[in-house]
């Protein structure tokens, strides 16, 4: 794989888009602790797909949420951009998340009354991007996922794996910096979930979009830039 390398010639390394730094979370459950995370450091290059394994029970959901703004760490650091996530309050997290980050989820989430566009069309209408801007950005996603002939059909009248690559196309609707993907193939039979690992890496590579997903799925060792494994709170290189 190419290494993290800036093209002004220099050679230097580009700065990573996501820095984790000594997180930890600890959950009470009754009088108990319970500790998700025990110190994770993580780095995530821009423009790469980066996969994060680990049994379940082992903190990849809660790591996830917690780079995406949903949730807060008991200690350490999440940079973004080397903006510290510490230092922003609900309404800059969420404009964080509608402009900057998009979410894909292992049950889809989609509106079931709504077409393809509009369940793409919405978000764009919830992140305040005007009328005409949203129908050409949402059409454009669609195509860019292999939907363009699907816009007007119904979830219910779709695959499992086009379901989850119209949810793909809504995270790319708002040109985001990153992407975070929880368990993207965990509904989907081996070959459809192929076929969406091979799209979330066309992602990194058309549009530069840095992808992070969380999965079970060993698949994704054939297709993302660097895999981790979470064990016992802690991340570290798989194999």
């Given at each position: 794989m190419p290494d993290d390398r800036d093209l002004t010639g220099q050679g230097e390394p580009l700065s990573p888009l996501v820095r984790v730094e000594a997180l930890t979370r600890v959950y009470r459950v009754g009088a108990q602790e319970v500790h998700a995370l025990r110190g994770v450091d993580l780095s995530l290059p821009r423009g790469k797909l980066v996969a994060l394994r680990g049994r379940s029970g082992s903190g990849k959901t809660t790591l996830l949420n917690i780079i995406g703004g949903l949730d807060r760490p008991t200690s350490g650091e999440v940079y973004f951009n080397g903006l510290s996530l510490?230092?922003?309050?609900?309404r800059e997290l969420t404009r964080l998340r509608r402009h900057r980050i998009g979410f894909i989820f292992q049950s889809f989430a989609l509106m079931p009354i709504y077409s393809a566009f509009e369940n793409v069309e919405l978000l764009l209408r919830i992140a305040g991007v005007?009328?005409?801007?949203?129908f050409q950005r949402a059409r454009e996603s669609l195509r860019?996922?292999?939907?363009?002939?699907?816009m007007d059909h119904r979830p219910d009248e779709m695959s499992g794996g086009?379901?989850?690559r119209v949810a793909?196309?809504?995270?790319?609707?708002?040109?985001?910096?990153?992407?975070?993907?929880?368990e993207p193939t965990g509904e989907l039979d081996t070959t459809t979930g192929r076929q969406i690992f091979a799209l979330l890496r066309r992602v990194t590579e058309v549009e530069g979009i840095t992808v992070l997903t969380v999965t079970h799925d060993r698949l994704i060792d054939e297709y993302a830039d660097r895999v981790y494994e979470l064990l016992d709170g802690r991340v570290k290189p798989s194999g």
């Open positions: 510490a230092g922003l309050g609900e005007k009328r005409q801007d949203r860019l996922v292999g939907l363009g002939r699907w086009q379901q989850q793909i196309a809504r995270a790319l609707a708002t040109r985001p910096d990153l992407i975070l993907a929880d």
